[in-house]
């Protein structure tokens, strides 16, 4: 009989793949959580825009309606540009 997997290795199987989902649901449940502290932020911030003078509150609004993907973008080319120096 031709096994794929000899005997003695079958055991670890179920432990690896244990692992790799724990790995797996830590990062989706991390990114979550900073994409929800990064909106708590960007909540309380245009909150804070609006005890300004009306002539700021436009322009402080603005800077805090940036998406979180847009942050992350300029995040990365940040982070990318700090390691080319």
Known sequence: MNQLIPPSNMNKWP????????GVLLFVVTACS????YDGIQTSNRS?????????????ISRAEK??????????MLERSGEAE
């Open 15 to 22: 432990g690896i793949l244990i692992v790799g989902l724990l």
């Open 34 to 37: 900073q994409r929800q502290i």
């Open 48 to 60: 804070a825009c609006m005890q300004r003078p009306p002539s700021q509150q436009a322009e402080c």
């Open 67 to 76: 998406s979180y993907e847009q942050y992350q973008r300029e995040r990365e």
